[in-house]
């Protein structure tokens, strides 16, 4: 079994940047991929950063066909439900993803990424990520209750050994703006009915409302995932990054069809209180697949 990229997996870090990048016109691919497959954490301490890298399917199947995932496709056109609501696609080309114990290591590992990747990428978003309240996110409510433990996280997460892409995995990153005027006017008992859970302990509400958070993205119903969602932003605008890995593409976009109301009635009455900003579909190799082009 190919090894995934053990960022993924290491829980605890305390400040996060997520920077996508676009191909410079007339850059060729494989070089970009190899440039960033070298990208390393120079560290050996506890201070050190963990560093998670993908691609545009479509850029990394360009390079290496024989390790691509069947029919994977990038954020390539918003998703738009039935009564108009829309999610953004804002597909790049490569993601470098830095998860650290402190910003200031984050940060100039963050500038020599870029510098490292200034003759074939330009930087074309920057978020900076931070938890809040340990595990919450900012609507105040416990977030990630039904994540896997460590244990299981790869069964959710990771192509499974002998498939196409097998020890990869598909990422999807959103920023979700909050409206959090608007949120925080409401009282607990009704964020509860919106959500589907008690605020204070994550117990989920029963019977549970079927517009909510839980019932439209149930996944018993859609599919197991392993989330790294952060919260971002300022005082005036802010919201969490939802960072989600799957074996495959479906379940990830199935659940965004149900939060939408594309595959039912209504949508997820919390979509009433945050919007994604952002949308792109990344393939994370495993770390065999990124070492020949290293080398």
């Known amino acids: 079994m190919a090894t995934p990229q053990t960022g993924i997996f290491a829980l605890g870090t305390m400040s996060h940047a997520y920077l996508e990048f676009d191909i410079r016109p007339g850059a060729e691919a494989a070089a970009l991929v190899s440039c960033v497959a ?17 691609f545009r399917p479509q850029l990394w199947a360009a390079v290496a066909p024989g390790m691509m995932p069947k029919g994977l496709t990038g954020f390539d056109a918003p998703m738009v439900g039935r009564d108009g609501y829309t999610l953004a696609a804002t597909q790049r080309d490569v993601v470098v993803w830095l998860a650290g114990a402190a910003y200031d290591v984050v940060f100039d590992l963050a500038r020599g990424i870029v510098a490292s ?22 609507t105040g409510f416990i977030d990630g ?25 598909v990422l999807l990153l959103q920023r979700w703006e909050h409206d959090a005027a608007q949120w925080e006017g409401l009282p607990v008992p009704e964020q509860e ?39 971002y932003g300022t005082l005036t605008s802010h919201g969490t990054i939802f960072v989600g890995f799957s074996q495959d593409r479906g379940r990830l976009e199935a659940m965004l069809e149900s939060m939408i109301g594309a595959t039912g009635p209504e949508r997820d009455r919390l979509t009433e209180f945050t919007h994604a900003r952002s949308g792109a579909y990344y393939f994370v190799p495993s770390s065999e697949a990124l070492a020949p082009f290293a080398s």
């Not at 070298?38 to 993908?54: A, D, F, H, K, S």
């Not at 209750?145 to 995995?169: R, Y």
């Not at 509400?205 to 019932?215: K, M």
Request: charge should be negative; hydrophobic fraction near 35%; aromatic fraction near 4%.
């Open 38 to 54: 070298g990208l390393r954490e120079p560290r050996t301490t506890i201070g050190g950063v963990n560093l998670v890298t993908g």
């Open 117 to 138: 990747l200034a003759s074939l990428a330009t930087l074309a978003d920057e978020t900076v990520g931070w938890p809040y309240h340990r595990d919450l996110d900012l």
């Open 145 to 169: 209750t039904e994540n896997p433990s460590l244990a299981d996280a790869a069964a959710a997460a990771v192509i499974p050994a002998g498939a196409p892409g097998e020890g990869g995995s």
């Open 193 to 231: 009915q919106v959500i589907g859970r008690r605020k204070l302990t994550s117990e989920e509400l029963d019977p549970r409302p079927e517009t909510s958070h839980v019932a439209r993205t149930d996944q018993d119903r859609f599919g197991r995932i392993f989330r790294r969602n952060i919260g």
